[in-house]
C-alpha cells in the first residue's frame, strides 16, 4: 500500500471534490506506463529507484515480455498539496491499435486524461484517436509532453532547435483539438436549424437578419486548447524523472529576478525575450534574434544539466549544481558508472515529475461532482432516442448524477465498462497473510493434541496386559484412531483448502465507477443489461417497488446482491465494504450476471448507459480447435471465460462446427490465445492459420490484356488448357447472351427472370459502406410499413437519408443509370451490404424502397399483383446469391443486379378457381379452359390487371408442384440467376486492406521498402517528420499480407521501425484469377501452362480449400518415372 494506509484512501473516498478519475492515454510506446511509474512511486509504492524501470501497471507476464501495455489497469494515489489531501484513481491504457477496445473501456470512467506526447515523434495516428475518444467522451485532457530527454541525447539538437520543434509539437496536437471543436460546433447548428427551421430571426425592429456566422465566433474555444501559460502543459522525462510546468520557474525567477510572477507567466512561452539592460520583457524575440524566455530561463539550465552529468561527466560542475539546487545525492550515485543513475537522482529531487504531473491535475482537472449536464445526457440516452423523450422518472435520474451525491437516499448507479479476470490468488481474501495471534494458539493446541494422541496410542499399543490374541483391536485404539484423523483433517483443511478450491474458479472483476448513491457489500442491486428499457420496467413493476421485493421479470433486468468490493491498486486488490459516489471500483461475484457491460443501479428507472465507442474493428479470424479432441468441453468454457474478459475478442461458433474467435490484430490475437491456454482454458490449443476475408466483384471488360497490349487487334490461339471454356458451360434452360444478360426459367417452367450484373462505381460502394446504419433504418421502416405500421424515425436520421440518396443520385450518373435510384429494390447481403437489386421491368411497381421520406405525402398503394405477392423471393434469391459468391463463396461487393424481366405463368388447380373468379371478377380470356389441369395464366408484369386477388397468388404458390414450393423455386432461380450474371464478367477477388504508417529513420528506409514490396504493399506517401531524421511512410498492405508484417520490419530494421496496423477499406486485386493466354503475345510471355500464377488465383484457390470446394489444380505434372528402391538402400 505504500506511505498510505488502506483507511485514508477510505476516509478520502468520501470528499467527491477532492477526487480527480483520470486516465493515461498515448501512442503506443510513448511511456505512458513510464510516467505512471513515476506517479506510483511517488506514494512510496515502488521505490523510485525502480520507477520507469518496473512498468508497475504492467502486471501480466507477456506485457513485461513485449514491453507494451496489453489491459489497462487503475491504481488509487493519494496527493496532498496546499494542505488539501487529493485521492487520484489514475487508469494506465495500452496505446497499441489492437487494444483500442481497452481505451475506450478506461476512458468511459474518468473525467479527465493525461495525454502523453512523444517529443520526438509528435502526434502519432493513435494520439489523434485518443484525442477524439476523450473528446466523445466529453472528458478534459491535459498534456505532457514526454521524452525531452531525447532531443538532448539522441537529436542532439540545440536549445533552441528544441524549443521550436515543441512548439511544433504543440500547434500539431492543438490543430487536431481544433478540427474537434469546429466539427461539433458546426454540428451543433445543424441541430439548432432543424430545430427552427428557418435560419432569419426577426430583431427588434422587425428586420430579417440571416446569421451568417459559423457559430464559431460565439462559442468560447479557449479553455480548450493546451498552452503552457494555461498550466495544462507538462514538459518531462519520465525515464528520468523530471518535469515541469512554466509554473515553477515563473515563480522561481519572479522571487530572483523581481518581476511580477504572473508577467513571467504570460511571457515565459512566446516570443519573448528578456532586454538585460533596460530589464525589461520585450515582444519579438524571433525577428530579433534574441533568445526566447523559454530557452534562456528553463531550457538552457536542464541542458547543461546533461551537459555536465551525461555528456562531459565533469565532477566539479555537478557538485556545484547540486549544491546550487540544495538536492542531496547519495555519494554511490556519485560514483556509479552511469551517468543516468546521477542524473536522475538529480532530476527527480530538483522538477519531480510526479508533482508537476499531480499538481496539474488537481488544478486542471474537474472532480466527479462538476459532470456536466450535456455528459449525463450523452450517458442516458442510448442510440438515436432523445432524453426528452425518456420516461419522467427516468429523466429525474439527471439530478442524481449532476449531485454525485453519497447521500443514504440517492439511488445507486454504477455503470461496468468491462469484466477482467483475477487470479484467484489475488483477491484479498485468498491471500496469505500473517496469521493472528488467535490462530497461532488454535494451531499450537491441536499440535499439542495430536501429540498426546499419537502418544497415547504408542502406549496402548506396547501395553501388554491389552494384548488381545483374536486379532480385534482393543475398543479405544479405533477411537483414537478417528481423533486422529479428525484433528489432521482439521489441520489440514486449515492449510490445504484455499489452494483446492481455488483451481477450479477463474474470478471476474467487474471495472466500474459509481455515480450516485453508496455501494455496499450484501447490497441487493438491479443489473441493467445494455438492451434494457426503463419505459417498459415502469410499466411492469409496481409503483414504488424496490430491489428487496418480488417483482415480476422485466427483459435484460437482473436482481444481484454485491459480493464484495475491491480498490484497484494495479496488481493488488484491496477489500472494501462501501465505496461512495465519485469513485472507480471493482465489484467480485458479477460473472453470471454481466458479460462485458452493464449498469447497477438501485432504480429501475435507470437507463443503461450508452453503450461504449470502440474504434477497432475486429477482423483477424481463426479456428480453433483443442490438441486433444476429448478437450472440447473445456475450451467451450474457456472460450467463454474469454469472450467475457475482453472487450473486443468475440467468439462464435460457425454453421461448421467450428469454434471462431475474432480480433482487432495480430498482437491482439497472440494475447487471447496466451490467455486461453495459460488461463482460461488450461489445454494445449491449436489454431489454424488467420481465416482472411475477401469479397468477390465484377468489373467492366478490361481494354489490354496481361501483357499490356490492347484487346481485339491480336490473333488468337489455341490453349490447350482451356479453363475459360468450362466457365461458360451452363446448365440447360439458362441462356447467356453476348452482353451479359442472363435467361433463367424456374424448373417447373412457370417463371422467367432476366438478370444483368453490373459492376458499381467504387465510390458507389463506398458511400453504401459507409450508410449500413441508415440502410437497415430505411429497411426497417419497410417492413413496418408492409405490415401496415409506420416508424417514427428521428428528424436528424431522415435528413441523412435524403443526403444519402442525393450523393447515390449524383454519383450514379450516364443514361445506365438514368433513374436507379429511385429503382433500387433492395441491398445485399443480410439487406444492408454494398451490393443493390435494381428494379429495371418494365411496368412492375412496388413500393419505393425510400418511402420512409415520402411521410407527408400518401404513401402510394402498391398494387398487389401476383409479382408483387412473389416479390420477396426475389430479394431472398438475391440476398443468397450476394451473401457467396461463385469464386470462393465469399460475399459480393459492389456489384448491381438488374432484373429486366419477370414473367409468370400462373396455374391454379380447378377446385379453387371458381371461387377465385367470382371474388376478383378479373376479365381473363382464358376462362373458358378451367377444366383442364394445365390451365395457365399469362400474367405479364406489363399486363394492366392491377386488382389481382391476393388469394390467387397464394393458390399458386401452395398449389402442388413436383419441383417444391413455388416460391422456393423462384429463390433458387434468382440466385442461379445472378451467379450466371456474375460469372458473365469480368470477376475479381478483392481483399481487405490494412493502411500502417511507419516511422522509421532514413538508414533503414530501404529495407522497410523491401519488406512492403515483398508482401504486396504500396506506398502512399513519404515525408520527412520536421525537424528530425525522421521518415514517414504511409503505405496499404493486404491484410492476407500482413500476418508477421510488423515482426520482420522490426527485425529488419533493429527495432527502429515499428508499423501499427488498421483496417482501411477492400481494395480489388487486379489480376485475373481465371485468366489462362489467350493471344500469341500472351502465349509467348507466360507460356502454355502460365505458371507464374496469379496472386488472386493463390488466393481464391486457398480459400475454396478451406471450405473444401473443389480447387482445380493439377498436383504432379511431368512426374518422374517412378523407381523402385533396392530394399536395403
Ligand atoms: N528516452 C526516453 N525514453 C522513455 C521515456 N519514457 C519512456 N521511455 C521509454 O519508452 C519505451 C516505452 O515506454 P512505456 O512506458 O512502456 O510506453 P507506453 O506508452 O506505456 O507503451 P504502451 O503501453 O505499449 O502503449 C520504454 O522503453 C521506456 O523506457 C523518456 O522520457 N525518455
Ligand atoms: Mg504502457
Request: glycine share 6%.
Amino acid at each position: 500500500m505504500g506511505h498510505t494506509s488502506l483507511e485514508k484512501i477510505i476516509a478520502l473516498q468520501k470528499k467527491t471534490t477532492q477526487i480527480r478519475n483520470l486516465c493515461i492515454l498515448a501512442h503506443v510506446d510513448h511511456g505512458k506506463t513510464t510516467l505512471a511509474d513515476c506517479l506510483v512511486a511517488s506514494n512510496g509504492i515502488i521505490s523510485s529507484r525502480l520507477a520507469g524501470k518496473l512498468r508497475y501497471l504492467d502486471s501480466r507476464e507477456d506485457e513485461q515480455i513485449r514491453g507494451i501495455t496489453m489491459k489497462s489497469s487503475a491504481i488509487s494515489l493519494h496527493y496532498a498539496t496546499g494542505g488539501a489531501d487529493y485521492l487520484i484513481n489514475l487508469i494506465d491504457s495500452p496505446g497499441h491499435v489492437d487494444f483500442s477496445s481497452e481505451v475506450s473501456t478506461a476512458v468511459r470512467l474518468c473525467d479527465g486524461a493525461i495525454v502523453v506526447v512523444d517529443a520526438v515523434e509528435g502526434v502519432c495516428p493513435q494520439t489523434q484517436v485518443v484525442l477524439r475518444q476523450a473528446w466523445l467522451e466529453n472528458i478534459r485532457p491535459v498534456l505532457v509532453i514526454n521524452k525531452i530527454d531525447r532531443l538532448i541525447v539522441e537529436l542532439k539538437l540545440t536549445s533552441q532547435e528544441a524549443y521550436a520543434h515543441l512548439q511544433k509539437i504543440l500547434e500539431q496536437v492543438n490543430a487536431v483539438t481544433g478540427t474537434l471543436f469546429t466539427s461539433k460546433v458546426l454540428e451543433e447548428r445543424a441541430e439548432k436549424e432543424a430545430e427552427t427551421p428557418s435560419s432569419y430571426a426577426e430583431n427588434d425592429s422587425g428586420d430579417q437578419v440571416y446569421d451568417w456566422s459559423a457559430g464559431l465566433e460565439e462559442t468560447d474555444d479557449s479553455d480548450l486548447y493546451f498552452s503552457p501559460d494555461r498550466g495544462n502543459v507538462v514538459f518531462a522525462s519520465a525515464i528520468d524523472g523530471w518535469g515541469f510546468r512554466i509554473h515553477q520557474f515563473a515563480e522561481m525567477y519572479s522571487q530572483k529576478m523581481g518581476i511580477r510572477f504572473w508577467v513571467l507567466l504570460k511571457t515565459l512561452w512566446g516570443d519573448f525575450y528578456l532586454n538585460a539592460k533596460a530589464k525589461k520583457i520585450m515582444k519579438g524575440a524571433q525577428s530579433k534574434g534574441k533568445k526566447p524566455l523559454f530557452v534562456q530561463l528553463v531550457l538552457d539550465n536542464i541542458w547543461s544539466m546533461y551537459d555536465a552529468v551525461v555528456t562531459r561527466r565533469d565532477k566539479e560542475k555537478v557538485e556545484k549544481m547540486v549544491t546550487s539546487l540544495g538536492v542531496k545525492v547519495l555519494p554511490r550515485d556519485l560514483k556509479h558508472s552511469d551517468p543516468k543513475v546521477l542524473l536522475s537522482a538529480i532530476c527527480s529531487q530538483w522538477l519531480p515529475v510526479s508533482q508537476a504531473v499531480l499538481s496539474m491535475v488537481c488544478e486542471k482537472l474537474p472532480s466527479p461532482a462538476e459532470i456536466s449536464a450535456e455528459r449525463v445526457e450523452k450517458l442516458m440516452s442510448v442510440g438515436a432516442r432523445r432524453f426528452d423523450s425518456l420516461p419522467e422518472k427516468t429523466q429525474e435520474l439527471k439530478k442524481a448524477f449532476l449531485d454525485c451525491s453519497a447521500d443514504e437516499t440517492a439511488p445507486v448507479i454504477v455503470f461496468v465498462s468491462k469484466m477482467f479476470a483475477v487470479d484467484s490468488k489475488a483477491l484479498p481474501q485468498n491471500k496469505q497473510r500473517p496469521l493472528t495471534q488467535e490462530e497461532i494458539a488454535q494451531r499450537r493446541e491441536l499440535a499439542r493434541q495430536r501429540h498426546a494422541e499419537r502418544q497415547a496410542a504408542n502406549q496402548s499399543a506396547e501395553s501388554p496386559g491389552s494384548a488381545d490374541a483374536g486379532g480385534t483391536s482393543t475398543p479405544a485404539a479405533p477411537a483414537t484412531g478417528s481423533v486422529t484423523d479428525a484433528l489432521c483433517a482439521q489441520t489440514e483443511a486449515l492449510s490445504v483448502r484455499p489452494a483446492v478450491e481455488e483451481d477450479n474458479k477463474e474470478h471476474f472483476v467487474a471495472f466500474a465507477r459509481v455515480y450516485s448513491g453508496v455501494v455496499r457489500k450484501g447490497q441487493k442491486v438491479f443489473v441493467l443489461g445494455p438492451k434494457y428499457d426503463p419505459s417498459l420496467a415502469l410499466r411492469v413493476l409496481p409503483e414504488g417497488c424496490s430491489v428487496a421485493d418480488v417483482l415480476p421479470s422485466v427483459p435484460h433486468m437482473a436482481c444481484c446482491t454485491v459480493d464484495s468490493l475491491y480498490l484497484l491498486m494495479g496488481r493488488e486488490l484491496e477489500e472494501l465494504d462501501e465505496v461512495p459516489s465519485g469513485n472507480v471500483l471493482g465489484i467480485g461475484g458479477m460473472e453470471e450476471f454481466i458479460l462485458k457491460s452493464a449498469t447497477i443501479s438501485t432504480s429501475p428507472a435507470c437507463p443503461p448507459f450508452t453503450p461504449i465507442n470502440f474504434e477497432a474493428t475486429p477482423i483477424v479470424r481463426v479456428a480453433i480447435e483443442p490438441k486433444h479432441p476429448s478437450e472440447m468441453p473445456k475450451l467451450v468454457r474457456g472460450m467463454r471465460l474469454l469472450n467475457q474478459a475482453d472487450p473486443c475478442a468475440e467468439v462464435l461458433i460457425q454453421e461448421t462446427g467450428e469454434h471462431v474467435l475474432v480480433t482487432a490484430g495480430e498482437v491482439h490475437l497472440q494475447r487471447c490465445l496466451d490467455d486461453l491456454r495459460e488461463r482460461f482454458a488450461k489445454i494445449e490449443i491449436s489454431a489454424s492459420e488467420p481465416i482472411i476475408p475477401f469479397r468477390e466483384t465484377v468489373i467492366r471488360p478490361p481494354k489490354v490484356d496481361m501483357v499490356n497490349e490492347e484487346l481485339g487487334k491480336q490473333q488468337k490461339v489455341a490453349v490447350i488448357h482451356q479453363v475459360k471454356d468450362e466457365h461458360t458451360k451452363y446448365h440447360e434452360g439458362v441462356q447467356v447472351d453476348s452482353t451479359g444478360l442472363v435467361t433463367l426459367t424456374t424448373s417447373n417452367k412457370m417463371a422467367t427472370v432476366r438478370v444483368r450484373a453490373i459492376p458499381l462505381p467504387e465510390e458507389v460502394t463506398r458511400i453504401l459502406e459507409d450508410s449500413v446504419g441508415l440502410i437497415r433504418t430505411m429497411e426497417q421502416f419497410s417492413l413496418f410499413a408492409g405490415e401496415g405500421k409506420t416508424l417514427d424515425i428521428n428528424q436528424k436520421i431522415l435528413e441523412d437519408i435524403q443526403e444519402f440518396k442525393v450523393k447515390l443520385e449524383s454519383t450514379l450518373q450516364g443514361h445506365k443509370w438514368r433513374g436507379a435510384v429511385e429503382h433500387i429494390w433492395a441491398f445485399g447481403p443480410r439487406r444492408c451490404g454494398p451490393n443493390i437489386l435494381l428494379n429495371s421491368i418494365e411496368g412492375y411497381r412496388r413500393p419505393s424502397l425510400w418511402q420512409c421520406l415520402e411521410q407527408e405525402k400518401e404513401i402510394e398503394k402498391a398494387e398487389t399483383t401476383a409479382l408483387r405477392d412473389f416479390d420477396n423471393s426475389i430479394v431472398s434469391g438475391f440476398q443468397l446469391a450476394t451473401l457467396s459468391g461463385p469464386m470462393c463463396e465469399e460475399p459480393l461487393m459492389g456489384v448491381c443486379f438488374s432484373v429486366e424481366t419477370w414473367d409468370m405463368k400462373l396455374s391454379t388447380p380447378q377446385t379453387q378457381q371458381d371461387s377465385i373468379d367470382e371474388e376478383s371478377q378479373s376479365a381473363e380470356p382464358n376462362n373458358d379452359n378451367q377444366g383442364e389441369c394445365s390451365d395457365v395464366h399469362e400474367t405479364n408484369a406489363s399486363s394492366t390487371s392491377s386488382n389481382r386477388s391476393r388469394s390467387r397468388a397464394e393458390t399458386a404458390g401452395s398449389s402442388v408442384d413436383c419441383y417444391g414450393p413455388f416460391s422456393g423455386q423462384l429463390i433458387a432461380a434468382m440466385k442461379d440467376a445472378c451467379r450466371y450474371a456474375f460469372q458473365a464478367k469480368p470477376q475479381r477477388l478483392m481483399a481487405a486492406m490494412y493502411t500502417c504508417e511507419i516511422m522509421a529513420t532514413a538508414e533503414v528506409l530501404g529495407r522497410v521498402y523491401a519488406v512492403l514490396s515483398k508482401r504486396e504493399g504500396r506506398v502512399l506517401q513519404e515525408e520527412m517528420k520536421e525537424g528530425t531524421d525522421m521518415f514517414i511512410i504511409k503505405a496499404v498492405l493486404p491484410v492476407a499480407e500482413s500476418f508477421g508484417f510488423a515482426d520482420e520490419i522490426r527485425k529488419r530494421t533493429s527495432g527502429l521501425a515499428s508499423p501499427q496496423l488498421v483496417f482501411s477499406h477492400w481494395e480489388v486485386i487486379p489480376s485475373d484469377p481465371f485468366w489462362v493466354p489467350t493471344t500469341e503475345e500472351e502465349y509467348l510471355h507466360f507460356g502454355e501452362k502460365a505458371d507464374s500464377t496469379s496472386q488472386a488465383l493463390k488466393y481464391m484457390n486457398a480459400v475454396r480449400r478451406r471450405k473444401g470446394l473443389y480447387v482445380e489444380e493439377k498436383i504432379v505434372e511431368h512426374a518422374e518415372k517412378q523407381r523402385t528402391l533396392g530394399k536395403n538402400k
